[in-house]
């Protein structure tokens, strides 16, 4: 049998290296700065990193965890 991804929209915000305050506020999640301008999310899953230019996203239960760019982009499409 064979399965296709259902279309989920989220939220999502490009981490720059200086909206980590945005993304605490925008989220309401906890995050730390850490080497090279990354910065720790606490996710369900525990503590990860967010490399400048990657994406941070809400997921559909409110679950707040951080995306690499290319990836993000390879998933994801803007909506109106």
Excluded at 32 to 61: F, P, Q, S
Excluded at 68 to 80: G, L, M, R, S
């Amino acid at each position: 049998m064979r399965y296709r991804k259902k279309p989920v929209v989220v939220e999502a915000t490009q981490y720059d290296g200086k909206n980590a305050p945005e993304i605490v506020g925008k989220f309401g999640c906890r995050a730390i700065k850490a080497l090279n301008g990354a910065i720790m999310i606490c996710t369900l899953e525990g503590w990860e990193t967010a490399n400048v230019g990657d994406y941070i996203i809400r997921g559909v239960h409110g679950e707040v965890y951080p995306c690499q760019a290319d990836i993000f982009n390879e998933t994801y499409e803007p909506v109106k």
